[in-house]
């Protein structure tokens, strides 16, 4: 059980947010799939960037008995998953606050000229 030990309280500390912005915004989060991700994967992939330099400078310690083991070079795997987790919890935190008139599905209406 201690190896999964980080993994467990990360999914624990997103999941029910993400549920919960899916569960209430579905339409415009998936109405809007097509851009919110790329913020994902551009800010988790940054950040794990900076944190492969602060491991790599020796800044950063993790326990390895609470720890899978797998890594994306010398992040461990539950770190990358956090920054981007975090990075999706942000974004479509965004994505939901966004006023309806932003939305596609409430796009203006086109005029006759």
Request: overall charge neutral.
């Amino acid at each position: 059980m201690a190896h999964i030990t980080y993994l467990f309280f990360l999914l624990v500390w997103a999941l029910p947010i993400l549920g919960l912005q899916w569960l209430v915004g579905w339409r415009k989060l998936w109405a809007l799939r097509w851009r919110w991700p790329w913020a994902v994967l551009l800010v988790g992939s940054y950040l794990t960037l900076a944190d492969s330099l602060a491991i790599a400078q020796h800044i950063w310690f993790f326990q390895p008995s609470l720890l899978l083991g797998l890594t994306l070079g010398n992040v461990p795997l539950e770190e990358a998953l956090f920054y981007f987790l975090t990075a999706a919890m942000i974004a479509q935190g965004f994505v939901l606050l966004l006023p309806g008139s932003l939305s596609p599905t409430c796009a203006p209406p086109i005029s006759p000229d």
